[in-house]
Nanobody, 121 residues
Framework: QVQLVESGGGVVQAGGSLRLSCAAS????????MGWYRQAPGKQRELVAV???????NYADSVKGRFTVSRDNAKNTVYLQMNSLKPEDTAVYFC???????????????WGQGTQVTVSS
């Protein structure tokens, strides 16, 4: 099985910073896309930022210029550096990874358990 374990959430004042980490473990041959999604109360889950194994990045318009996604392929870990946080960034942040478990298998989506980020005004 594959597990994604997130860390780094918490409470921060508006304008502050947080860094999220997500480590994938288990039987893993390769991971193509890793990234972050978030879900605020009463809203649908939305993409925040994703990064491919080759380093291509994609961001939601609402976080461009404030958030940076990066990864360590050797450690199967993805990070999200969040700066200039706003109250509207408050949500549960979920890690996602597109994992191929064997060289001959197709890839499947895996999700972390989520970590709460709260930005106070």
């Amino acid at each position: 099985q594959v597990q994604l374990v997130e860390s780094g959430g918490g409470v921060v004042q508006a304008g502050g910073s947080l860094r999220l980490s997500c480590a994938a473990s288990g039987r893993i041959f390769s991971i193509d896309v890793m990234g972050w999604y978030r879900q605020a109360p009463g809203k649908q889950r939305e993409l925040v930022a994703v990064i491919t194994s080759g380093g291509s990045r994609n961001y939601a318009d609402s976080v461009k210029g404030r958030f940076t996604v990066s990864r360590d392929n050797a450690k199967n870990t993805v990070y999200l550096q969040m700066n200039s946080l706003k109250p509207e960034d408050t949500a549960v942040y979920f890690c996602n990874a597109d994992v191929r478990r064997w060289s001959w298998s197709k890839s499947y989506d895996y999700w972390g358990q989520g970590t709460q980020v709260t930005v106070s005004s």
